[in-house]
């Protein structure tokens, strides 16, 4: 596992591997499946994590993410 966010209040990476995000535009938390979530607007909020020191991705690995839009499409 390179990072884990969990979104409780702070965008601090709970993996131990120092990945923290850091915020650009307004900070936003929302009710999660599970406690908090990261709330993203999908203009002017994002997260940032430096990925210099990610490895790069193979297809042997993979990438997960659990994201809720509040727009459904039609």
Do not use: C, H, R
Not at 36 to 58: E, M, R, W, Y
């Amino acid at each position: 596992m390179i990072g884990y966010w969990e979104g409780e209040g702070n965008v601090l990476d709970s993996s131990g591997n120092g990945k923290d995000g850091t915020w650009t535009g307004a900070q936003s938390y929302s009710a999660g499946k599970f406690g908090q979530a990261i709330g993203l607007n999908g203009n002017s909020n994002f997260v940032s994590i430096d990925g210099t020191s990610f490895p790069k991705i193979d297809a042997s690995e993979s990438i997960f993410a659990w994201i809720k839009t509040s727009v459904s499409s039609t």
